[in-house]
């Protein structure tokens, strides 16, 4: 049995976390089609955050069909065999569908407000529930700088979108939160991206228990 702590245990659990994210990101172009949103409970908040990144993955998905195109005609003039042909044009168009997927995943997984919880997303990576008692504040505050999509450093985690985060929520105690890839970390302190802050920041105050 491979253990966990050992480097090929990480590298098992990262190949798997992976094959997750992929089979979440179908079921979210699934969800997208039907345009229905994923653990948004009745009486909950959607708080949306994909508008900024949206047009940079249609372009970038949109280079990649090209791209495809492009190689298929290559592959066609230098009359390679079909067998080749046929595998990379699998992989170009498995390359185009998980980056359509990644949009899907992250417009229909925004994060959530509830009566009980906040529950911050980035589509099928990440996913941190936070009950409410544990929230001492929460504030507008812009950042344009974020170094990652999921960040930890010095018990702060940042949940970014286009290097933006601009709403932190301090915690009255530190918790445990999973990165993408299984690493585990303690923060006290959660920096993340809604495309309309105010409106989270209203619906957060609002379900404040008292």
């Known amino acids: 049995m491979i253990r966990e702590s050992t480097p090929a245990g990480r590298a098992l659990l990262a190949a798997r976390r992976i094959m997750r994210f992929d089979a979440m990101g179908m079921v979210s172009l699934v969800l997208w089609v039907l345009r229905r949103r994923d653990g948004v409970p009745p009486g909950a908040t959607a708080v949306p955050y994909a508008r900024e990144q949206t047009p940079t993955l249609l ?3 949109f280079l990649m069909a090209l791209e495809a195109g492009a190689v298929e005609v290559l592959l066609r ?3 390679l065999p079909n067998a080749l042909r046929l595998a990379v044009l699998a992989v170009d168009l498995y390359s185009i569908a998980i980056g359509l997927a990644i949009g899907a995943a992250c417009a229909t997984r925004p994060h959530v407000v509830s009566p009980t919880e906040l529950r911050v997303r980035y589509g099928a990576f990440f996913d941190l529930r936070l009950p409410r008692e544990m929230i001492t ?3 507008p505050a812009r950042a344009y700088d974020e170094s990652g999509v999921v960040t930890v ?3 702060r985690l940042g949940v970014a979108v286009s290097s933006q985060t601009n709403i932190v929520v301090e915690l009255a105690e530190p918790v445990t939160v999973t990165r993408p890839l299984g690493r585990l ?3 006290t ?5 809604a495309d309309d802050p105010a409106a989270a920041l209203a619906a957060l105050r609002a379900r404040q228990p008292r």
């Open 59 to 61: 372009i970038v998905v």
């Open 185 to 187: 970390a303690e923060v």
């Open 153 to 155: 450093k010095d018990g």
């Open 137 to 139: 504040s929460a504030r």
């Open 77 to 79: 003039a230098w009359d």
């Open 189 to 193: 302190q959660v920096r993340f991206f």
